[in-house]
């Protein structure tokens, strides 16, 4: 097996930078059906250029690379224990090259391994076959989907939609709900996979594994291949648009799968994977572990340019945002503004916002940009550079950010996904906003950073620490403002409205 380390080393460094054909081609497809000039449509470019960056210089599509997924077949007689061995050590690789975000945090007491391993990570399924060679597969995927997972026990009552019995009406019900309650927060546009039954623990297993389906294929069950397709143009029409923002696109893909279940429970459960959708395979002879054959490509096929230009394409009409900032400049900005920030901002998330409710911030935070960022970083000498460094999903920071505002004087929040009302109450008596990014644009964020000035609460971790960047040209919406509005709210009871319409 002297090929293998090797090999499996391979599979995440490209896992993690470059979305495989039938990916990139959903993408284009949302891309050219979105209407152009919309934030809907800006968001989706972002992201086409993003993937195109993450492929160019081999860097992480999202700084979020999520619970490393193996799936292993083996043949009978070869040795799983040593394959299991090459995983841990190839996954600890990744992360020290900047592939992998350090992502394995103790429960109990929060500390960060370093190197994504620890209890139960990563996570690898073995089975045996019949073949004779090897296959892995793996799938990479963030928390901010991974918490908009949903399960339904059927049958149950929906906001919108009412009652969903036991029956393909009810499940069709679910999986809509599903869609809906996801709005952006886990960076629409999204792809589903399902399971109709099994029991609660397996249920969630089976949907995560229909993942593993290429977004294309059809469903040789006639039944549950309409369901698939009337769920993808159906959430299509909802009015989500990608990263919640509104518009004509919410769905990528919607893959399904029924296993049998107890009389008594009728399970549906639903895997939400987002945009960076990061899943790849491969086959290795079973002796030298040298890959014969990559999986979900085409090796015929050059990978294409998503994007036809690079950056962001500016109007003049964007509002050009050099912290410190004040008051009164955050009061005249008004929800749909596009602003570039040039100057320096903090990153901060959950530990960070945790920390400042019982301490005070180790920097003067009066004025600043905070940025609900876990980047990718790598220390070169004594110098610290950003891998990648999208946003992280806000709505985490919900019981905090208001306190923040009031008790430090930050004047403007970027995130992605919006917040809620105590949130948008703190706006409005700080005279602060809220920025949205482009979730999972992670190489295209990392490009505005100009210099890392420093990092503070480093025991936190990487993705949790405090970082000090200087930034420039960085890019973002206000989807909440000043004055008491907010986009999120006004989409998700528009879409709302949209469900109410498609109970039948
Ligand atoms: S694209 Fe969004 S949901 Fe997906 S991993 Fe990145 S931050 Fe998380």
């Known amino acids: ?32 059906q979105e209407t152009p000039g919309t934030q809907s449509h800006q968001a989706l470019s972002i992201m086409a250029t993003n993937i195109d960056m993450a492929h160019e210089d081999q860097g992480p599509i999202c700084q979020d690379t999520g619970m490393p997924t193996f799936i292993v077949h083996t043949p009978v007689g070869v040795n799983q224990l040593v394959i299991k061995k090459k995983i841990k050590e190839a996954v600890a690789e990744a992360t020290r090259l900047g592939k992998l975000r350090p992502n394995s945090v103790d429960s109990l007491t929060g500390k960060n391994s370093g190197n994504n391993l620890g209890e139960e990570t990563p996570v690898i399924h073995f089975e045996q076959w019949e073949h004779d060679e090897i296959e892995v597969k793996l799938v990479l995927k963030g928390g901010g989907c991974e918490n908009k997972n949903i399960q339904y026990s059927l049958p149950c009552e929906l906001d919108h ?37 099994s029991d609660r623990a397996h249920g969630y297993d089976l949907a995560k594994m229909q993942l593993f389906r290429t977004l294309d294929d059809v469903n040789p069950n006639p ?87 690079t950056g962001f394409p500016l109007t003049g009409r964007e509002v050009i945002l050099t912290p410190p900032l004040t008051e009164e400049m955050m009061r005249q900005l008004k929800v749909g503004d596009v602003v570039l920030i040039r100057g320096e901002m903090f990153t901060g998330r959950d530990a960070v916002h945790a920390y400042l409710m019982k301490n005070p911030p180790p920097v003067d935070l009066n004025g600043a940009v905070l940025y609900h960022c876990g980047p990718v970083m790598l220390k070169q000498g004594e110098e610290w550079f950003v891998k990648a460094a999208g946003p992280t999903t806000s709505s985490r920071e919900e019981p905090y950010q208001a306190d923040v505002l009031r008790n430090y004087g930050v004047k403007a929040v970027i995130g992605k996904g919006g917040m809620g009302k105590k949130t948008l109450a703190g706006l409005q008596e700080c005279g602060a906003v809220y920025l949205h990014g482009v979730g999972g644009a992670a190489q295209f964020y990392a490009r505005t950073v100009k210099k890392v000035l420093g990092v503070h609460l480093f025991d936190f971790g990487v993705p949790e620490a405090m970082w000090h960047l200087q930034v420039e040209d960085f890019m973002a919406i206000v989807t909440m403002d000043a004055h008491g509005n907010s986009l999120h709210a006004e989409v ?4 709302g409205d949209v469900l109410e319409t498609m109970k039948a």
Not at 162 to 190: E, M
């Open 1 to 32: 097996m002297e090929f293998l380390f090797n090999s499996l080393l391979e599979l995440i460094t490209q896992t993690s930078t470059n979305l495989p054909p039938d990916v990139r081609a959903a993408m284009g497809i949302a891309l050219k």
């Open 161 to 197: 939609l009412g009652k969903a019995g036991r029956d393909l009406a009810g499940v069709r019900k679910c999986i809509l709900h599903a869609v809906w309650q996801a709005q952006g927060q886990g960076c629409a546009p999204g792809a589903l996979g399902v399971c109709i039954g």
């Open 223 to 309: 039944e549950l291949a309409a369901l698939e397709a009337e769920i993808v143009a159906e959430a299509n029409r909802l009015g989500i648009g990608a990263m919640g923002l509104g518009g004509g696109v919410a769905l990528i893909g919607c893959k399904i799968a029924a296993a049998n279940r107890l009389p008594a429970s009728f399970f549906v459960s639903v895997a939400y994977d987002c945009w960076a959708f990061r899943r790849l395979g491969i086959r290795m002879d079973a002796s030298s572990g040298v890959i014969t054959q990559w999986l979900y490509r085409d090796p015929e096929r050059p990978v294409e340019r998503m994007a036809k230009e």
């Open 492 to 495: 998700e009871q528009a879409t």
